[in-house]
């Protein structure tokens, strides 16, 4: 009896044994199979690329100086340069310097007393009255119809050889003189006022800048 189960065993085992090659042998096979697909398939594709022609990057042709000339152009229509502001015009005021103030709204012509007037005096020179032709003409035609304060101003040096009693007389008789003259070559005297400040406002450690007549012409409004 135990011979016979014996024999069973080994019987089992062998069909066990031959399954599993057999198995073994169908997943082998199915794999060389897929192997040679992949390799037909690259070959087909390898083929196909070495038949086909290469590709030449081809310039394009030139452009004749007409042609070019006229694209050029019309890019330029397309594309126009940004327009830079026209330059701010500026009256001739010889050289006089000339200061502005936007938050103020006003602009001011520096008449240095040295040169317009001797020294205690309030009289012009007649040198200077070619500046002030000048600043008469920029009234007129830059700054037409706008008001016009002219500020009188002295340095602190108390007055000795002059008719006038004290720097703040001197200062206005000098703002007046100014006045006066602008009003004889055309502007009209309405716009005009004068004020006399004498050494109360000085603008520097240096005197002379002190002595000084200023046109203040105010810009905003009229």
Known sequence: MARVWTGMFAAMALVAV???QNKVYDENQALRKQNQELQTQLDANRTHQESAP????QEPPPQSPTVAQHNAEAADTENPAPSEPAPRHRPDLGNLKVTEDKNAGTTTVHLPSDLFFDSGQATLRDSAKKSLDKVVAALKKDYAGKKVRIEGYTDSDPIVHSKWKSNQELSEKRAQAVR?????????????????????????????QNRRVEVVVLTRGS
């Open 54 to 57: 290469p590709i030449v990057h």
């Open 18 to 20: 031959v399954g599993c």
């Open 180 to 208: 006066e003259y602008l009003v004889s070559k055309g502007v009209s005297s309405s716009r005009v006022t004068t004020v006399g400040y004498g050494e109360k406002k000085p603008v520097s450690q240096n005197k002379a």
